[in-house]
């Protein structure tokens, strides 16, 4: 036998597009039916293809990072590889038990006790009640709900029954497993632990599917990237390769998209808002690319109808869920706009950048330090990347390189 | 591609854990608890024998009516409440079904065992009712069990094809408890089968659920086998309908996750 434990060829997924939550009434079929009988056109059915001809195979032990921008088909693949669905055309073969982490919880009754969960979703996810048995104190100790065991879980914190549907899941054994944004579950201690047991999962050889919109955690953890785009299979290989070219390919996205302008209030009686934002490298060429060490200069053009006593503008960097990975505002001393002004620019100076290779948007607004209230807000002003060789060293994880430096003292 | 006896010993656990799921949860924060599966018939058995014993003076067979009604609503009851839950037992675990897989038809047979569980505790007033009326079992009691294996079998090709249906068309959920209360009344359940007239017999018993309730009456209360070719065409239409059933559940529940 083989060693390739996920097998995909030539899979494709249609949905039918069906309008209101009704997934469709023995009224519209009637409908249907009797304007065929009666010869009228029918409508014909709205179609479209989440997944098309996608082939690729896993070998055991294998783990691989799914990347794609949203509404790429990443979910749909999820489905078909968890068996959740079929595929409309194409076939898929798996060998070895399967399990997710994509919907930790699911299945979980209310009503019931912590206890009685345990073992209900447990069997949901494949396991005999014996084995739930076994391993019964290893999951509540996982998942830290101690003396509310016995509690009807209806009374858990969100965060307490996250913890259980995360403990019940990692603790099932799968030769495959599924993830999905597994960093996004429970506090900072919790995390630690879902990471301990990623990588010892990835130590017993199992097959992983991770999927993941921060790409430093796709290259720690997976050698082999597929990237999904409309469906369709756009590169798979070698991970540090594909994160390179999903870059360059989001980069060109980026550029053609438009930023948003938000905050607007009473009419355009505003008394001061920005005009532009505008990025550029050290030599003040134009740029959206950079290295870690890279110099970045933003320049923010505003305008002001009259002067005000007391402004503070200010730049923050998200990641691509719109998390607000840090900020940097003026001081409301520092800057003042004494005389209305047509064309001011300021200018920010980031050097080095130091975050960590990825993708980002940037934020700029101008507010009132007193009452916080924006005078104006831009959105995604910005749209910033993060690549190259020094980017791509592994000497530092998540979002930000600080500065630093490791001493042996004994 | 699932056939190996080891997942069919775990899907075995898989149907306990949904039927212990539906039991604590229908009975937890509730007062009378489980008695509530002995009300459903009891109460029904009240109403019947004021209404059609009393008032419109229904034969029985020479039995008392009581306990003529009771031997039929406790079977009925179940065959009831299990289409109830079944049809909807796909829509009511939609967020399981969008995401997680395992074997569709396993809610199903879960819901069948609940309901059994329900059988089981309303009988026990029926045991209390035959000492009450001095009616005592003979051998041809052994009967109930083939009637109920053919029951189980019909409710399970019945709520096959209906909770398949309702996963695309919420319509069957609102006409299942309509089509369940005129099918009780094509059912020898209020009355005998002997107040069917001649020529009506051989129709009327193209329900396949009128031979397998009269059967349980003649069983356990007259001591006698159930009519059997009646039974026999029970017993073929209930393996046309599970037959079919089956092939459009298991075709159906591949996508259920699609449109559910």
Known sequence: MSDTTIELSGV???????????????????????ARLLGRAVQPREEFWALRDVSFSLE???????IGMNGAGKSTLLKILSQVTVPTTGSFVTNGRLGSLIEIGAGFHPDLSGRENIFLNGSIMGMTRREVQRKFDQIVAFAEVGRFIDTPI????????????FAVAAHTDP???????????????????????????????KTIVLVSHNLTNITEHARTVLWIDHGTIRMFGESDAVVDAYLEHVTADMSAEDSHHEARDSGGDRPISILGVAMADASERPQNRFDREDTVVIDVTYSASRPIPGVVFGVSVHDVHGYDLGGVVTDPDSIKVTAPADHGVLRLTLSPLLFNKGAYTLDAYVLDPATRRYYDLRRRALRLVVDGHRAASRESTGYVFYPHQWERLK | MH??????FRHWELISSFALRDIKARYKQSALGVAWALLQPLSMMVVFTLVFSLFAKVPSDGIPYPVFAYSALIFWTFFSNAITGGTVAMVSNASLIRKIYFPRETLLIAVLLAGLLDLGVASLLFVGMLFYYKVSLSLAALWVVPLLLVQITLTFGVISLTSASHVYYRDIGHALPLVVQLWMFATPVAYPVSVIPGWLHPFYMLNPMAAIIDGYRRALILGTAPELPALGMSVAITAIITTIALLVFKRAARTFADVI
């Open chain 1, 175 to 205: 030769d495959i497993l599924l993830i999905d944004e597994i960093l996004a579950v429970g506090d900072a201690s919790f995390q630690a632990k879902c990471l301990n047991k990623l990588a010892e999962l990835k130590e017993q050889d």
């Open chain 2, 3 to 8: 056939n190996t006896t080891a997942d069919l």
């Open chain 1, 154 to 165: 209806k009374f858990y914190s969100s965060g307490m029954q996250m913890r259980l549907g």
């Open chain 1, 60 to 66: 055991r032990g294998e783990v691989l990072g799914l």
């Open chain 1, 12 to 34: 494709s997924k249609r949905y039918r597009l069906r309008h209101g939550w009704y997934v469709t009434s023995l009224k519209d079929e009637v409908g249907r039916l009797t």
